[in-house]
């Protein structure tokens, strides 16, 4: 498994980051996608706000991604 996780210092604006997803998101050929706000961390505040996340079955995969 391959997964590239994208980590934002704060919260992005809802509407602009859904145009974003909306126009980007499909066209990437991955097997997940997730994101969303990072609420903790077991040490401390949490070095980032938010964060997006592909997945790839394998380096294959990714590569065609």
């Known amino acids: ?6 980590q934002y210092e704060t919260e992005p604006d ?3 980051y859904a ?5 980007f998101v ?3 050929a ?3 996608f997730r994101h969303g706000p990072i609420f903790g961390s077991p ?3 949490p070095s980032a706000r938010y ?5 790839w079955d394998d380096m294959d ?4 991604g």
């Open 43 to 45: 040490f401390g505040e």
């Open 14 to 16: 809802a509407e602009r």
């Open 30 to 32: 991955c097997s997940a």
């Open 61 to 64: 995969a990714f590569k065609a």
């Open 19 to 23: 145009r974003h997803l909306a126009e």
């Open 1 to 6: 498994m391959v997964r590239a996780i994208i």
């Open 51 to 55: 964060y997006a996340e592909f997945e």
């Open 26 to 28: 499909p066209h990437v």
